[in-house]
């Protein structure tokens, strides 16, 4: 009987152990497979052409942020109109498009937010365009400035390898608004730190009346904009930049 008992025991540790190494190996592939499609996913976003990419719209604002206000007018409620017509024009063209919101709402509270309830909610937007494996992502914005007089679109970037997304949507805004802006460095949350190429487009002056009045009454020009310049980018994008990150 106890020979017997022994085998039972030594039986049960090989099958443990065997479960174990079959774990471990499990393991180990589910790694090797998630490096692999990590380094595909990176490889992507600097592979030529906009067919087959998946864009992160972020409509800034929304909810209980309204952001800026003229009259009644809502910053959040321009950049969703936005956001909606460029991805239209992306998805007509092969792009898959993920929004960081919905309609008013989506990630926003329905109150007023402390500054840190707001980096808060930014951070999740950035996590959304993470969690969908987006290869650029846009955070869609409505300037605002105490002199009426100021107007135009501003494209501003973080990291460098976003300089040239950037340049190319301000090359097209510019058109757009008749003027000679430069592209911005800045440190906006939203935008600071994604593996992505990442970009914050304010997109003219709510302030501004000839601004506002384009930005509302012919969004659809202000999108094709936008949409030329993502375009332009990604059309020059070169094999080298494969390996440049």
């Known amino acids: 009987m106890k020979w017997v008992n022994r085998v039972n025991i030594i039986t049960?540790?090989?099958?443990?152990?065997?479960?174990?190494?079959l774990f471990l190996v499990a393991a180990g592939l589910f790694k090797v497979s998630d490096y692999f499609e990590e380094k595909r996913w990176r490889e992507e976003m600097f592979s030529p052409g906009l067919k087959g990419k998946t864009v992160i719209i972020d409509p800034g604002h929304g909810g209980a942020d309204p952001g800026a206000v003229a009259g009644a007018l809502k910053?959040?409620?321009i950049n969703m109109d936005l956001a909606l017509a460029l991805q239209k024009k992306l998805e007509r063209n092969g792009v898959k498009v993920k929004l960081t919101r919905q309609g008013d709402r989506g990630l926003v509270p329905d109150r007023r937010m402390s500054y840190f309830e707001q980096w808060v909610i930014l951070e999740k937007r950035k996590g959304f365009a993470l969690d969908q494996r987006g290869h650029l992502m846009i955070s869609i914005h409505t300037n605002s400035n105490k002199d009426p007089r100021a107007s135009g679109g501003i494209v501003f970037y973080y990291d460098d390898f976003s300089r040239e997304l950037a340049e190319s949507i301000q090359k097209r805004l510019n058109q757009l608004h008749k003027k000679e802006k430069q592209v911005e460095?800045?440190?906006?949350?939203?935008?600071?730190?994604?593996?992505?190429?990442?970009?914050?487009?304010?997109?003219?002056?709510?302030?501004n009346k000839y601004d506002r009045d384009m930005l509302i009454s012919q969004k659809e020009l202000v999108a094709r904009a936008i949409f030329e310049g993502l375009q332009?980018?990604?059309?020059?994008?070169?094999?080298?930049?494969?390996t440049g990150r």
Do not use: C
């Open 75 to 77: 910053e959040s409620e």
């Open 185 to 207: 460095h800045g440190s906006f949350t939203i935008i600071r730190g994604n593996p992505m190429p990442s970009v914050l487009v304010e997109t003219g002056f709510i302030s």
């Open 232 to 242: 332009d980018y990604a059309r020059n994008l070169k094999p080298r930049e494969l």
């Open 12 to 21: 049960i540790f090989m099958r443990i152990g065997l479960l174990a190494v």
